[in-house]
């Protein structure tokens, strides 16, 4: 057996120079739920609007740094690489901040529950 | 709404000094899969052992370093921080080599197909 080509992927590679817009890839897809890299470099989530999710999202934050807000929260959730967080559906978020002068990168898992 | 205790997690925190065997924390559970924290250093699989799964697994090396080998394939597999590889259900897979100066964490997502 020959060794396969491209089993191996790196998740902080294939990330172009510019990025005018988050850049979204899915990793790998199962029988209920799907894995998605996603890489921000100073984006966050437009003034005002919240992610509201019909499936549960568990996100890593493997690169770089973040802030979160839950809605109702007083208190932010600051993310630097390794943290990660469990957010079920429904439960309204947003991204308020990520750094601007390095890519920040997720893993997030989007699933149902058992 | 007050914040949520214990809401957020570091994948590269609560690790003991000591670590006798590897240590394996199961991060998330869902439908048709599991998600696991291993934490190696200096582990490896016993002579001759090779891992065959009834499960898919997807595997990223978050920290550290590791040597895998794939049953059959002359080459082996050199992972750094950042790197993941899919391990179809029966491809018998051993861990070869891991840090020893320095853990190694992996996140596993063990997995039905679709």
Do not use: C
Request: hydrophobic content about 40%.
């Amino acid at each position: 057996m020959s060794f396969p080509n491209g089993i191996v992927h790196n998740l902080f590679a294939s990330i172009p120079s510019s990025l005018p817009e988050e850049l979204v890839d899915e990793v790998i897809t199962g029988k209920g739920f799907r894995v998605e890299r996603i890489v921000s470099k100073g984006h966050i989530s437009p003034d005002g609007f919240w992610y509201d999710q019909d499936q549960h999202e568990w996100v890593l934050l493997a690169k770089g740094a973040a802030r979160l807000r839950i809605d109702g929260v007083d208190q932010p959730i600051e993310l630097s690489a390794g943290m990660h967080i469990n957010l079920p559906a429904h439960l309204k978020h947003r991204v308020e901040w990520t750094k601007e002068d390095e890519e920040t990168v997720w893993l997030a898992i989007f699933y149902q529950a058992t």
